[in-house]
């Protein structure tokens, strides 16, 4: 079946670092791909989103690019603050039995320290 | 923008007991999830529902059921609530089921305890 894998936490880095949080998958159809981001007491939020290979999702100076070739989806921001600490999930939409399911990997919690 | 509200941040309730989790969604959204949250799990789907009265069991549902009697509102419910059952609860509703690229929307989560 469908399955997403990331990286296990918890990451901490230091103000203005560079983020990498990997995501990989498995489909068996052709999938669509989140990042959301669960902030300290809240529910989960979209991030950024790509719907098709070679699709690049940016939002709030995050990027992650749609690799069908590595079936990969990772998850990436050039200068970190304070304010990204949160746990990211990384998402995949595909089709099932009863329509599209959404299937979360395990999430992986970030730490910046200023 | 899209609100999805949980009735309660925080809920403590006694084994046994019936429990009710209430979510409401603004947007006309067709879908709604219910999922738990637990530590080094993610987010495990309990029950989904795309339209009014109809409801599809996820991948952990025993001990649980759901009613959605408008589209607006969906409920999941506890028969008789047990000790992992301890859990944060998150509701989500999405716009439809026949595209793969609508994100799903969530409320704040329920962080509901069982003593």
């Known amino acids: 079946g469908d399955s997403v894998t990331q990286m296990e936490g918890p990451v901490t880095l230091s103000e203005e670092a560079f983020l990498t949080i990997n995501c990989t998958y498995t489909a068996t159809g052709y999938p669509s791909l989140f990042w959301y981001v669960q902030y300290p007491g809240e529910g989960l939020q979209l991030l950024l989103k790509a719907t098709k290979a070679d699709d690049k999702g940016s939002n709030k100076g995050f990027e992650a690019t749609y690799r069908k070739e590595t079936t990969s989806f990772h998850l990436e921001k050039g200068s970190v603050q304070v304010s990204d600490s949160a746990v990211y999930f990384c998402a995949l939409s595909d089709l099932g039995t009863g329509g599209f399911k959404t299937i979360f990997g395990a999430g992986t919690r970030l730490f910046v320290k200023a | ?53 109809m409801k599809e069991k996820g991948d952990i549902p ?52 069982i003593l």
């Not at chain 2, 899209?2 to 009735?7: A, F, I, L, P, R």
């Not at chain 2, 089921?97 to 305890?113: A, E, I």
């Open chain 2, 1 to 53: 923008d899209v609100k999805v509200t949980q009735s309660s941040r925080y809920l403590v309730k006694r084994t046994g007991e019936k429990v009710f989790l209430e979510c409401v969604q603004d947007m006309d959204h067709e879908n709604m999830f219910w999922y738990r949250q637990d530590p080094g799990l993610g987010l495990r789907l309990i029950y989904f529902s795309y339209d009014v009265k």
């Open chain 2, 62 to 113: 025993e001990g649980y059921s759901v009613s959605r009697e408008k589209k607006e509102r969906f409920s999941l419910i506890l028969e008789s609530a047990s000790t992992n059952q301890t859990s944060m609860y998150l509701c989500a509703s999405s716009f439809s089921v026949t595209s793969s690229n609508q994100p799903q929307h969530f409320g704040d989560g329920t962080r509901l305890s």
